[in-house]
């Protein structure tokens, strides 16, 4: 669904914030012809004029013809490797409750944040990104995962931030790394990169007191266009969902914007994973479905909420995903590690995930 978005600058604060604001049109879906890699992030995200879409990595996005996809494995299927060592946190850097403590859940009902919280939020989140940024310049063939982890966890203690992952609920590494078959929660190992991979990295820090989370999926070398294809409509995906956010809208809305574009692309949303609020607590109420739902719960000016979590009932998680697009079907399976999530027919998965929080006008992305 094609719609319209501007940049406003807020006078709630000193920074200036990006916001999306809603104008439906005519339905689109998008994809780019012929390029290899993508470039690097810019801070705006804009709609010219004549509705052709530039996203937030600063690419013009062109109207895409419907197409089949080919569901044959032409990628390297991903298996787990070995896990190196814990890293460790200096003293002085703030943990989140759950390191030290038995994990308990939060608040129950949506937090409605005010500004002190927003601008903690998005301190947070800048940190995240950052971190974000700086590793994803360094991606290279034969880089392994436990080398961006290594990466990810040394710039966030630069900062003074502690990376969220580490110890929540018993997960050992900082970052998650998913590599072409690796839905989520992907674990840093010894396992090396290779020309042609896609991979998602997910990045969170715990910042003076607050949350920050985003991801992106990136191409590694050469990518077929079937694998490009599909990173930039995960990217896509993220971006239909934050322009169907404004004030008094329904959360259902986000599902039901996203899942028919995917499928007349030719890709399946996974359904297992959603949204989730942020702030203090690395996941809070509500959940947001990324597929046609009947969700009643409105936004409201001062929810925020990334475009990501899993729910599962067994044992003890209830943990963080993000909108995840398959070019294959929509089953995944759990490894034995009990984090790593795979697709069943070993399809290739890519996300894409920004923070953002609803305002009096429309929403403000903290992630860019």
Sequence with gaps: MQKRMCVIISQATHQTRSYLTRNVSQKQSYFIPNQQQLPTSSNSVSMRKDNILKSDIGRNVYIMQKRSLCTRVRHRVVKPGTVGPERLVPRHIPRP????????????????????????????????????????????VGMTTDDIDKLVHETCIAYGAYPSTLRYKGFPKSVCTSVNNVVCHGIPDNCPLVDGDIINIDVTVYYKGFHGDVNK??????????????????????VTGI????????????????EPEM??????????????????????????YHIANEESVEMKEGMVFTVGKFRHTEKRMLIEGEPIISEGGSNV??????????????????????TVVITRDGVEVLTL
Excluded at 110 to 117: A, D, M, V
Excluded at 217 to 238: F, K, Q, W
Excluded at 243 to 258: L, N, R
């Design 217 to 238: 999926t990136y191409p590694i070398g050469s990518v077929d266009e079937e694998g490009l294809h599909l990173v930039r409509m995960a990217e896509h995906a993220c």
């Design 97 to 140: 409750s759950y390191v030290s403590e038995t994990w308990t859940p939060g608040q129950s009902g949506i937090i409605i944040k005010n500004e002190r919280q927003i601008a903690g939020i998005w301190e947070a989140c800048q940190v995240a990104l950052n971190v974000l940024n700086l590793a994803s310049r360094q991606l290279t």
């Design 333 to 354: 399976e759990f490894l034995e590690d009990g984090w790593t999530v795979v697709t069943s027919d070993e399809s290739r998965t890519a996300a894409w995930e920004h």
């Design 263 to 288: 499928k007349e692309a030719g890709l399946t949303v996974i359904p297992l994973f959603c949204g989730h609020g942020i702030g203090e607590d690395f996941h809070e109420p509500p959940d947001i």
């Design 243 to 258: 322009q169907a956010c404004g004030p008094g809208v329904k959360f259902a809305e986000i599902g039901k914007a996203i």
